[in-house]
């Protein structure tokens, strides 16, 4: 009986060792980004916009530093709940527009088992950053979010990347 057991363990070690083999070799598309993604980022940088003047008095302006501040009040303010995910998006696209001009990375579109994501790379490397979830992840799971601090850690990581490239 006991060696049935080691048996069937033994097959089954096997067996999760062949799918995590597998999992390991996941097929990702990368490809700029297209016309419907620069749509709907439009219509999302319009809606954060709309936020911004309707709770804060102030409008988001392109890629500025300043825009982290204003996404910061409306997420403390308590103008978009935790579970209004559409409007979350919003935000991270204009978080995302912000590093777009300060940091010089691109929107890309990014096609893998997760699913069709918009996110940003510097030049052709990796890693990719996703600042469309960046804030509605945190959010949704009740997480406080630190726009400044996301803004920073991708700072961080493009300084390192292009300190590579030197």
Known sequence: MRGIGLALLLALTLALGVASSVSAQIHRTIE?????????????????????????????????????????RLIDGHFISEGDVMDQQA???????????????????????????????????QPLFFPVTMISKRMSSGEKVDVRALYQRVASDVDELKASYR
Not at 43 to 55: C, I, M, V
Not at 113 to 125: D, I, P
């Open 91 to 125: 935000l991270g696209v204009v978080l995302g527009d912000v590093m777009v001009d300060q940091l010089r990375v691109s929107w890309i579109v990014v096609d893998d088992q997760v699913g069709h994501s918009r996110a940003l790379r510097w030049q052709e490397t």
């Open 32 to 72: 700029e980004i297209g016309p419907a993604d620069l749509l709907k980022s439009e219509r999302q940088r319009a809606r954060a916009d709309e936020l911004a003047l309707r709770h804060l008095g102030q409008p988001l302006r392109g890629g500025q530093l300043r825009n982290l501040e204003i996404l910061q």
